[in-house]
């Protein structure tokens, strides 16, 4: 297998086994795409990954990481008014933070054309929920089309960026993590690169480019005739797919990844169901919906999430009178998860009893492996900055959440979490915990790289209101939670070094005085530090500083000799508190049968964070000689 970068470069056709993160960027590459940005967050970071691996003198197009998925949209959206076919791409709850923007999208002539690459996450696999963004694309008027697996990614993107650039308007290609993640055969097309015209290409008089109030019921007009447009396309595009078993009693309309998990339920059944497979699920396609319909008695539709295509198709139905009988989502659990085969299986087995075999028991059924909570990386500077907040503070005091790797401070053993909203909102709730209280201290955590994602207006407002509370910043010096991508803070961006704005720097421009920094590692320290911030009045900040061990350590493998040296516990010193593992809560400790704690050496790094929370002492660096 080539390397991925000169894969992705290739100009003869090929195929090759790829995940659908992979397949859109040679997509990318082939319709000529000349801007992509992105906020990171799963189950799409393997796009820039894939990005990454084109050395940046050969990428035919520039990328950027930026700091929300807002800024992300409207990069991606000017450098479109300029000519060239751009990209934004982020995760599902991303798609809040940059609605401000892009529900005006659909009603701008968008000259080079834009693709939404969309990552939803049926399931919260990564996610604070699952929302269904469908409504989304209802709400602005934006075309959808859903791919089922890597090489419909690939398809998919080369279409919607050709619609896109010749209808300029803009076009969402929904993946879900699955769809993301899976891995599969693509045959990719013959590719040659060409000297780009990079003229900005803006021009005011195609304008006005702004919705005031004369100009949005025009542009409003626009926006639902290319609608029209694309249901018109959908009605004859190869995309969509007929599976004709000749079964005029049984049919069902799927979309996406619930399509592939239907063709494994239906592997063994007896009696074969017509399959409309729709590749644009908005706009629905009348045409398709209504011929499917009338030539089926029974129709079932099979979709995650939310019951959308249910309630179109069911419009279209009564509008058409058309007597086909739908089913769509029964019960509650229809609405919950992904659509893996199993669920499949029981929800066509609510429908259509008769219609499957039953489930066959395994003769050797697997055990279920027991449950695994999530955890902080050994060494992590969240777990040593919990272990010392928690004695600072009382368990009156109220502890607001947010989102990053330190989320996990909810979980036992540090119950460091309250409520969370999403990225950015621990401020301004802290905030209004605040008012009208002055017997429970309000502490918000916040991430370095949120910070500069969504944070900043909420301690603005602090500042400006004058509100009580005490704000923790835990600085790692990355995006850590996706996979280390750079911030602002960070001293590079995704194409080369920059200079760093410091966090405590943005803080003190803000104005604000009371201001403490430290590493996590000097745990006394942080907790004195705490305890003084939350003494004094109004808007207080403790940085919270370590770099983050995971990304810190994965450099120094790479490194020509480098050793781990495990710390060990001294068994003739330690009185068995268990501060180690009921308090601190690294994996790495073992807490066996007999009462001894022992230290796994493969989780182990060393770092020696743990040896400051033994009262006991009897935590020590392993000597050479006994590795």
Not at 84 to 92: A, I, N, P
Not at 343 to 369: N, S, T
Request: hydrophobic share 40%.
């Amino acid at each position: 297998m080539k390397k991925m970068g000169d894969m992705l470069l290739q100009e003869s056709p090929f195929s090759e086994i790829v995940m659908g993160n992979t397949a859109i960027v040679r997509a990318m590459v082939e319709a000529g795409t000349q801007v992509v940005t992105s906020y990171p967050g799963s189950p799409t970071p393997e796009i820039a990954t894939a990005i990454r691996s084109i050395p940046s003198s050969k990428r035919p197009f520039y990328f950027e990481f930026s700091t929300n998925e807002k800024v992300a949209t409207e990069v991606a959206f000017g450098a479109a008014m300029n000519g060239h076919l751009s990209t934004v791409f982020f995760k599902s709850v991303g798609l809040n933070v940059a609605s401000d923007s892009l529900v005006q999208l659909g009603l701008m002539p968008i000259k080079g054309g834009m693709v939404i690459v969309l990552g939803d996450d049926p399931g919260a696999n990564s996610s604070q929920n699952e929302q269904d963004n469908r409504h989304f694309a209802h709400m602005s008027y934006t075309p959808v089309f859903e791919p089922a697996g890597p090489d419909e990614v690939y398809s998919f993107y080369l279409e919607a960026a050709r619609i896109s650039r010749e209808k300029q308007m803009p076009i969402i290609v929904r993946l879900t993590t699955h769809v993301c993640h899976a891995k599969q055969r693509v045959w990719f097309s013959q590719w040659k690169q060409e000297a780009y015209d990079a003229t900005p290409r803006f021009n005011r008089s195609e304008g006005p480019f702004i919705p005031i109030a004369s100009m949005v019921f025009p542009k409003k007009r626009r926006a639902i005739a290319n609608l029209s447009a694309i249901e018109k396309y959908s009605d004859s595009s190869v995309l969509n797919r007929l599976v004709n078993h000749q079964n005029s009693h049984y049919g069902i309309i799927t979309a996406g990844l619930p399509y592939l998990s239907l063709l494994d339920v239906l592997e063994k059944a007896g009696e074969q169901p017509d399959i409309l497979k729709l590749a644009v699920v908005h706009p629905l396609s009348r045409k398709l919906v209504k011929e499917f319909l009338e030539t089926h008695k029974q129709v079932l539709v099979l979709e995650e999430l939310d019951n959308i295509l249910e309630k179109e198709i069911k419009q279209i139905a009564y509008e058409e009178k058309v007597n086909s009988r739908i089913f769509g989502k029964v019960d509650a659990e229809d609405w919950i998860g992904e659509y893996t085969p199993d669920k499949v299986f029981d929800i066509m087995k609510k429908v259509w009893p008769g219609l499957l075999p039953e489930r066959p028991e395994k003769k050797h059924p697997m055990q279920e492996a027991p449950p695994r909570p999530a955890q902080m990386c050994p060494g992590c500077g969240h777990r040593a900055a919990f272990h010392a907040i928690k004695k600072a503070i009382s368990e009156q005091d109220i502890r607001v959440a947010d989102i990053g790797c330190h989320t996990l401070g909810f979980l036992p053993p540090y119950r460091m979490g309250d409520m969370l909203l999403c990225m950015g909102a621990s401020t301004g709730i802290g905030s209004g915990m605040s008012l009208f209280n002055d017997t429970r201290k309000v502490i918000a955590f916040l991430g370095d790289s949120t910070f500069f994602h969504a944070g900043l207006p909420g301690i603005i407002n602090a500042m400006f209101n004058k509100h009580n509370l005490t704000l923790i910043i835990m600085e790692n010096g990355t995006t850590a939670m996706t996979g280390h991508q750079s911030h602002a803070a960070s001293g590079e961006n995704f194409n080369e070094p920059v200079d760093a704005i410091p966090v405590r720097k943005v803080l003190e421009g803000l104005g604000i005085q009371q201001i403490h920094e430290v590493d996590t590692y000097q745990m006394e320290k942080l907790t004195d530090l705490v305890k003084k911030a939350m003494d004094e009045p109004g808007l207080s900040v403790v940085i919270a500083k370590h770099p983050c061990m995971l990304k810190q350590m994965r450099g120094k493998r790479r490194q020509t000799g480098f050793q781990i040296t495990p710390v060990e516990i001294q068994q003739d010193d330690c009185t068995r508190s268990y501060e180690c593992v009921e308090k601190f809560g690294c994996p790495s400790f073992i807490r066996n049968k007999d009462g001894r704690i022992t230290i796994n050496p493969d989780l182990c790094i060393g770092d020696g964070s743990c040896i400051r929370v033994c009262p006991s002492k009897a935590i020590h660096i392993q000597k050479r000689d006994q590795k």
